[in-house]
């Protein structure tokens, strides 16, 4: 390895059934008045209130802002930002998917550093102020925005997802409960975990991979190829459950520190333009662009295939890294991923914005951690390969 590397996390995580006790505990270190961003859903199930209970019972009075919805924008943000200042708040309790943490992560840094949370993207301009203090609880095994210095906002002006990074970004606390995932839905559970996916794979093969986090990363693929159909298939599995949210925040402490790569650079216009699920989108595009990849990863495409498919001897590694490919194909089979075509995304639009895609996701800077850096015209094929991309047709592979 050359020269050093950077790994950044939370000051605190709290993992394991339960978890969600520490909260009052936790917030108690950092102030009396919490803002909780989450959504109607979270309200309406109750976990809204189970937040507000540990809250008040550790002496916090709180306030809350329950509007974000599946794609968090710059409009929630500011709305959620007004609250937090005419309530006089001190500390941001969030809890939810990865749209409620990701709104509250630009909630947390704009409260001291003001401005328009797009101003931040790409560095322009630096974010010289502690956040606000902030406590992510996730509901979903998928995102890992609890442990993550990556927030995802849509631009509405221009309708664009915006991605900014930054160390000022990860959470102060992360409590990673697996029984609040219990009552993630059959869809839901299918599309955070290929995200979670995604995020091991990219973070594994990633031109700024390290080794802390290729231990992550392998450990997540392990467990989410060997739990996550038994979660979509019986949500209330309680091992499968629990060993996703471990995943799911293994993946994210790997990318958050090694980089996303193509996958996720692609993934974000769709959901822009389309308002495709985050998850759906990236299970839209894995498999294709792991067949692009390929010819530039080969050894390390053969190690994921080497752990999936232990039974599987004498492989070379070119024939190990098809191995990689079908297995992800396989899962989107039996997860019942759809590809855009069958998801239901007009062609003729699709064909009339794929070259602004691809300049958004080039412009998004993950393309350039890929093994294999494409040009803005391979992206535009790939794109299009992916439009009705076939997932049952496997890769040859001699065993």
Same mark, same amino acid.
């Given at each position: 390895?050359?020269?050093?590397?950077?790994?950044? %996390?939370?000051?605190?995580?709290?993992?394991?059934?339960?978890?969600?006790?520490?909260?009052?505990?936790?917030?108690?270190?950092?102030?009396?008045?919490?803002?909780?961003?989450?959504?109607?859903?979270?309200?309406?199930?109750?976990?809204?209130?189970?937040?507000?209970?540990?809250?008040?019972?550790?002496? +916090?009075?709180?306030?809350?802002?329950?509007?974000?919805?599946?794609?968090?924008?710059?409009?929630?943000?500011?709305?959620?930002?007004?609250?937090?200042?005419?309530?006089?708040?001190? +500390?941001?309790?969030?809890?939810?998917?990865?749209?409620?943490?990701?709104?509250? !992560?630009?909630?947390?840094?704009?409260?001291?550093?003001?401005?328009?949370?797009?101003?931040?993207?790409?560095?322009? !301009?630096?974010?010289?102020?502690?956040?606000?203090?902030?406590?992510?609880?996730?509901?979903?095994?998928?995102?890992?925005?609890?442990?993550?210095?990556?927030?995802?906002?849509?631009? #509405?002006?221009?309708?664009? !997802? %915006?991605?900014?990074?930054?160390?000022?970004?990860?959470?102060?606390?992360?409590?990673?409960?697996?029984?609040? #995932?219990?009552?993630?839905?059959?869809?839901? #559970?299918?599309?955070?975990?290929?995200?979670?996916?995604?995020?091991?794979?990219?973070?594994?093969?990633?031109?700024?991979?390290?080794? /802390?986090?290729?231990?992550?990363?392998?450990?997540?693929?392990? *467990?989410?190829?060997?739990?996550?159909? #038994?979660?979509?298939?019986?949500?209330?599995?309680?091992?499968?459950?629990?060993?996703?949210?471990?995943?799911? %925040?293994?993946?994210? +402490?790997?990318?958050?520190?090694?980089?996303?790569?193509?996958?996720?650079?692609?993934?974000?216009?769709?959901?822009?333009?389309?308002?495709?699920?985050?998850?759906?989108?990236?299970?839209?595009?894995?498999?294709?662009? @792991?067949?692009?990849?390929?010819?530039?990863?080969?050894?390390?495409?053969?190690?994921?295939?080497?752990?999936?498919?232990?039974?599987?001897?004498?492989?070379?590694?070119?024939? *190990?890294?098809?191995?990689?490919? =079908?297995?992800?194909?396989? *899962?989107?089979?039996?997860? =019942?991923?759809?590809?855009?075509?069958?998801?239901?995304?007009?062609?003729?639009?699709?064909?009339?914005?794929?070259?602004? /895609?691809?300049?958004?996701? @080039?412009?998004?800077?993950?393309?350039? =951690?890929?093994?294999?850096?494409?040009?803005?015209?391979?992206?535009?094929?790939?794109?299009?390969?992916?439009?009705?991309?076939?997932?049952?047709?496997?890769?040859?592979?001699?065993?």
């Amino acid at each position: 390895m050359k020269g050093f590397s950077e790994f950044r %996390m939370p000051q605190a995580i709290f993992y394991g059934n339960e978890s969600l006790t520490k909260l009052g505990e936790q917030a108690s270190h950092f102030g009396k008045k919490a803002l909780i961003i989450s959504d109607k859903i979270m309200n309406q199930i109750g976990n809204v209130e189970k937040c507000r209970y540990y809250l008040e019972d550790a002496g +916090l009075t709180t306030v809350s802002y329950l509007e974000v919805n599946s794609e968090p924008t710059d409009l929630h943000v500011s709305e959620a930002l007004a609250a937090f200042h005419e309530n006089q708040c001190e +500390l941001i309790v969030t809890i939810g998917g990865g749209s409620c943490i990701d709104a509250a !992560k630009a909630v947390a840094v704009l409260a001291t550093n003001g401005g328009y949370i797009g101003d931040y993207m790409g560095g322009r !301009k630096p974010l010289a102020c502690k956040p606000i203090p902030l406590i992510a609880i996730p509901t979903t095994a998928g995102t890992g925005s609890e442990v993550t210095s990556v927030t995802v906002i849509t631009n #509405t002006k221009d309708d664009i !997802k %915006m991605m900014i990074k930054d160390p000022a970004f990860i959470p102060a606390v992360a409590i990673v409960d697996p029984v609040l #995932t219990y009552s993630s839905p059959q869809h839901v #559970t299918a599309a955070t975990g290929v995200d979670a996916l995604c995020h091991a794979m990219e973070a594994y093969i990633s031109r700024v991979a390290q080794p /802390m986090t290729d231990q992550l990363a392998l450990s997540a693929i392990e *467990l989410i190829v060997n739990n996550l159909r #038994t979660a979509y298939q019986n949500g209330e599995d309680q091992e499968a459950r629990e060993k996703m949210a471990l995943a799911s %925040m293994q993946a994210g +402490l790997a990318f958050t520190n090694a980089s996303v790569t193509l996958v996720h650079g692609m993934s974000r216009p769709i959901g822009a333009l389309f308002h495709v699920p985050h998850g759906i989108s990236n299970a839209m595009l894995l498999p294709a662009v @792991l067949e692009y990849t390929k010819e530039s990863a080969v050894e390390r495409l053969a190690v994921i295939g080497r752990l999936l498919r232990p039974d599987l001897i004498g492989l070379s590694p070119e024939e *190990l890294a098809d191995v990689t490919v =079908n297995e992800v194909k396989k *899962l989107c089979c039996d997860l =019942n991923i759809p590809n855009m075509k069958d998801y239901g995304l007009n062609q003729e639009k699709f064909n009339e914005v794929v070259a602004k /895609m691809a300049t958004d996701a @080039l412009a998004s800077g993950s393309p350039g =951690n890929n093994p294999r850096v494409p040009s803005h015209e391979e992206i535009i094929e790939l794109y299009h390969i992916c439009f009705d991309y076939d997932f049952t047709v496997l890769e040859k592979v001699i065993h």
